[in-house]
């Protein structure tokens, strides 16, 4: 391609630069802008056609003006990969941000990423155990799930997702993964602390960071994640690593990409955001998974928080179509003072039947998740009740499922931030709480796993 | 540059602008040097505009555009079932055998494997007359599945050669007097709906083994259904329940803009599964088309009339077909991608004007109908719907409610009790009953809607006291409205709660849910006897026969066992009346 510059910027808008009379430039071909006072931009093509070009910026368009001038880089973005990644911060654009040197690139990659072929999946089965109660025990993340963490401004996401990254491994098994992390405009008081976090306990080592903060280019934060995620498809589908992919926070990414809709001014969907950002989320969330015959997996973590806790709201709402579960954090536990503040009740994983039992966790896992399910919600739901006629008027099971839902919440949830509980410890525990309700209300319970696992029951 | 041929004017997503080439609306197109498919949706002077099936990234403009002067067409034929094809009948194994485990583009693959040679039996003579649609004869498609080889829609004539033997699908395996060959092979366009003589009044169940939808909800064959319902409630659960378990002989599944990891489930599990109504592997009979939400959307937007055509194909040849697009939001949401970028005026919440006209074609497709052969065929049409925030005041949930006539709503609510299927037996309807209600009589029994509607009204009866329950306590009712709560709950934990993972439960015949809503009513009967002679509620609804009648449906062979159960049922709740 040659290296041709054009002075023919017609309109500048927004994050978006339009030019006329160019030779053919691709759709996604990559820009450099070189402003009249020598600053250079970095930019890709939108929208192509014989008469008009239109850019979009990542930097921002402050600065640029009709003599800035345009060159089209002869191809779309790609991301130099190469083991040296791992162990690597890089910027929300792919550069070095850790004073290193460049990356020496083994290849380089599209980062759009191709879809994978369905028929070429494997069905994730492994069971990742979190050492968080309330996750091994009722949400089961499975190597290969993408899972997000619907949570709300002023929660402790983060805590919850690097106690995850910093715990998570196979049942019985000492491999290690290597975390990719996307951060997409948040502080850089946020990101130090994930950073810092990640360096006292060496993770830092294994894992590779790309960070876009909230005072960098809101429009480059619509190309960080898919560096991301094309490192991680790199690691694992070409280096044969197990990837836990962490990334924050998915609403700033969606802001994003409603701010360039608005710019070019396209007909916006609910709220404002874009009619295909249900497409757009799904080109993120579906690179992660395993396939047949390669080693490696993706596992995705994508936080995101849902603006006014609603969780109809367009973010979580098609978040939720697209991944295969969800984890709610609940302002209610956490105002009073429950770590994890994990609401088993809207959550869900997806993928948990399939990876739960006596191969991967233990044979009674799903009876005893299921129990303690239907008595917590019982208990929630009597809490309301006891409010307008009072504790005096409850039952006998009702009074037991109450008690109980208090204890869930204050033995089973909560745990300390480096608090690591084995499967087998938070099933346990799970069945020391249940001693507190009489066995016959304990309907979900199959009586054989009372004869063998009941603390004072069983024979 | 010839003139049928043209050049790329613009490139804007998966939209494409061509100039200097005449296209005809809806024919299929080459774009660029890769040859992406795609397919010319808008004219406009000499600019023609084309949805791209594949990525566009990296074409520039000045490339070639080349016409195919087809339309986007389906192959049909033997070969289809058992097949799992991406939303333009690309066959997926063929894909990854071309390019490995991502979905590259520019890569063209048959939609019918035209090496395979399959034993054709003739069933028509040289010398016969055979109209448009006539069967010529017959493919052993699959274990269980004859195919039958039809003359394409627009063909007739006199038999002049035509023999059995062993052919693939575009070899020629008869002639008629005028010259024209047949092959096994035929191709139709999508959008267009195959013809048939006409169309009937659907007059037999659908019977799913789902005790809420088979019971209170039936569905007809030839009939449309919309499930809609937020994420997690169990959509894509309850139709692969269907896919699995319905008793139609065809069944074509559409993962339109999906999970990818929920389509590699189904590939994995329906090869294991057992069709309960012929006892042989459910993929014999089962065709899928996975577009999964992160592959092109304009191959989404056509998955869902691949999908139906290759329906009406088999209903042709006087199958009932059963059809599960899963979801039909992420279809309409393709549709208002690509109207978004021809920047047309928006109708409501940004969807195109003719989205509802879309979705009433698309379920007009549904029916039961008298094929060309003069055969009875039917193609249901059972649609998921994902509603923004589980609200279905939203345009595609309206636009499908205008047209289907039973309606499964799923409920967060119960999803969330983990109260399965989580149908809401309240804002659900179906309006087939009159219809069906014959065939209820007939085949199972004859007061079949009549506790029907007992069952459903109860529920009801139910609804309305709750309300008064959540302020005042059950105990507060008086006796015979405790009973009432009692025997509704009966009817929600019993009846309604179906577990779709258990050996056993996932299905129940017919009889046996006919025999099941019965014992609750006479639970109901023998109860309010006891409690008039002196018995006490707790007592009555205690007896550790009801229990047993309960639990039991877990076993094998229930359906046997019922009357018994209710029997000893029936005498302890009398002792517990006598002994007080």
Known sequence: MSGKEYRT?????????????????????????????????????LDTSDDMVVVQVFEGTAGV??????????????????????????????????GGPAIVAEGEADIIGAAINPYSRQSPHDFIQTGISAIDCCTTLVRGQKLPIFSASGLPHNDIALQIARQAKLKGSDEEFIVVFCAMGITAEEYNFFRSDLERTGALENAVLFVNLADDPAVERLITPRLALTAAEY????????????????????????????????????????????????????????????????????????????????????????????????????????????????????????????????EDHKSVSDQMYAAYAQGRELRGLVAIVGEDALNERDKQLLDFSGLFEDKFLRQSRDENRSIDETLDLCWDLMQNISTKYLVRLDQKWIDKYHPTEKK | MSDENGVIYRISGPVVTATGIRSRMYEVVRVGHEGLMGEVIELHGDKSVIQVYEDTSGIRPGEPVVRTGQTLSVQLGPGLLTQIYDGIQRPLPVLEKTMGTFIERGVDADGLDLEKVWDFEATVSVGDEVAPGAVIGTVQETETIVHKVMLPPNHSGKVASIESGSFNVTQTVCTLEDGTEIQMMQKWPVRTPRPYHQKYAPD????????????????????AAGIPGPFGSGKTVTQQSLAKYSDAQIVVYIGCGERGNEMTEVLDEFPHLIDPNTGKPLMNRTVMIANTSNMPVAAREASVYTGITIAEYFRDMGY????????????????????SRLEEMPGEEGYPAYLSSRLAEFYERAGRVETLEGEDGSVTVIGAVSPPGGDISEPVSQGTLRIVKVFWGLDAGLARQR????????????????????????????DFPEIRTEISSLLQVEAELQEIVQLVGSDALPVDQQLTLEVARMIREFFLQQNGFHDVDAYTGLEQQYKMAKAILTFQDSAKKALAAG???????????????MRDRFEPGYVDRVDGLVDEMNQQIAAAAEEN
């Not at chain 1, 006329?20 to 070189?34: M, W």
């Not at chain 1, 995101?304 to 709610?328: F, N, R």
């Open chain 1, 9 to 45: 910027i017609t309109d500048v808008k927004g994050p978006l630069v339009f030019l006329e009379k160019t030779e053919p430039v691709a759709f996604g071909e990559i820009v450099q802008l070189r402003l009249t006072d020598g600053t250079m931009k970095n930019g890709q093509v």
């Open chain 1, 65 to 98: 003006d009709l003599g800035s001038s345009v060159k089209f880089m002869g191809d779309v973005f790609k991301l130099p990969v190469s083991k040296d990644l791992i162990g690597r911060i890089l910027d929300g654009a792919g550069r070095p941000r850790d």
């Open chain 1, 235 to 362: 690691l694992a589908f070409e280096q044969d690593y197990h990837v836990l992919v962490v990334y924050t926070d998915v609403t700033n990414y969606c802001d994003a990409l409603r701010q360039i809709g608005a710019a070019r001014e396209e007909v916006p969907g609910r709220r404002g955001y874009p009619g295909y950002m249900y497409t757009d989320l799904a080109m993120l969330y579906e690179r992660a998974g395993l396939v047949k015959g390669k080693k490696g997996s993706i596992t995705q973590f994508p936080i995101l928080t849902m603006p006014g806790d609603d969780i109809t709201h367009p973010i979580p709402d098609l978040s939720g179509y697209i991944t295969e579960g969800q984890i709610v954090i609940s302002r209610e536990l956490h105002g009073s003072g429950i770590y994890p503040p994990i609401n088993v009740l809207p959550s869900l994983s997806r993928l948990m039947g399939g990876c739960i039992g006596e191969k991967t966790t233990r």
């Open chain 2, 204 to 223: 037999t169940p659908l019977i799913t083994g789902m005790r809420i939808l088979d019971f209170l909800f039936p569905l007809a064959k030839g009939g």
């Open chain 2, 320 to 339: 009932d077909v059963a059809l599960m697009a899963d979801s039909t939001s992420r279809w309409a949401e393709a549709m208002r991608e690509i109207s």
């Open chain 2, 419 to 446: 109260h399965f299927p989580a149908i809401n037996w309240l804002s659900s309807y179906s309006l087939y009953p009159q219809s069906l209600d014959q065939w209820f009589r007939d085949n199972i029994a004859t």
């Open chain 2, 535 to 549: 018995g006490l509620l707790e007592d009555v609804v205690n007896v550790p026969a009801r229990t047993n009648l």
